[in-house]
T-cell receptor
Framework: AQSVTQLGSHVSVSEGALVLLRCNYS??????LFWYVQYPNQGLQLLLK??????LVKGINGFEAEFKKSETSFHLTKPSAHMSDAAEYFC???????????FGKGTRLSVIA | SAVISQKPSRDICQRGTSLTIQCQVD?????MFWYRQQPGQSLTLIAT?????????ESGFVIDKFPISRPNLTFSTLTVSNMSPEDSSIYLC???????????FGEGSWLTVV
């Protein structure tokens, strides 16, 4: 069975500081990995995805994530936080070719001016 | 790509009633899924909507409470039956186009049960 663990339910950073949101996964088969963002009272938006190509994945809004098989991790980073990045972030895993997602519990990112 | 339309976008429902949520996709897709997001929580897969056969439900979800129809490859409905306040959630439809590996989500249906 697949699972996703997001370390830290709430992360707070200063504007301009590095953003690091942690995600570890468990999967018995090669996974597809995703990061989604959800702004208050809005739906899900895909930030980026890993589908067995390049291990460093670049997404929208300056975010990127690196797939590390040895660490079973897929941490999300952004060099410089912006106030508009404040949102809930979800890491998710899917079996290759299946399409159903298992989500982590989410990390709420706060950006302090 | 796939564009998903969900209806209703929001609704306030009376306890004990049922509500049907529609998911319409602009292209034919084999894989379609329904998720629930309870307030302040993450998303949980309810079921896989199978075209021409019964849906496949995840542990903790049953057909009597969440009946699903999938009459063709572009449309599905999820009914939330005999609602209670605990059913207040966002219900999301998700699809994977037959070509490609991107997973698309609808905007969600925000239900409040009073």
């Amino acid at each position: 069975a697949q699972s996703v663990t997001q370390l830290g339910s709430h992360v707070s950073v200063s504007e301009g500081a590095l953003v690091l949101l942690r995600c570890n996964y468990s999967s018995s088969v090669p996974p597809y990995l995703f990061w989604y963002v959800q702004y208050p009272n809005q739906g899900l938006q895909l930030l980026l995805k890993y589908t067995s190509a390049a291990t460093l994945v670049k997404g929208i809004n300056g975010f990127e994530a690196e797939f590390k098989k040895s660490e079973t991790s897929f941490h999300l980073t952004k060099p410089s936080a912006h106030m508009s990045d404040a949102a809930e972030y979800f890491c998710a895993v899917s079996d290759v070719g299946h399409g159903a997602l298992v989500f982590g519990k989410g990390t709420r990112l706060s950006v302090i001016a | 790509s796939a564009v998903i339309s969900q209806k209703p976008s929001r609704d306030i429902c009376q306890r004990g009633t049922s509500l049907t949520i529609q998911c319409q996709v602009d292209s034919q897709v084999t894989m379609m899924f329904w998720y629930r997001q309870q307030p302040g929580q993450s998303l949980t897969l309810i079921a896989t909507a199978n075209q021409g056969s019964e849906a496949t439900y995840e542990s903790g979800f049953v057909i009597d409470k969440f009946p699903i129809s999938r009459p063709n490859l572009t449309f599905s409905t999820l009914t939330v039956s005999n609602m209670s306040p605990e059913d207040s959630s966002i219900y999301l439809c998700s699809v994977v186009p037959d070509t490609g590996n991107t997973i698309y989500f609808g905007e969600g249906s925000w239900l409040t049960v009073v």
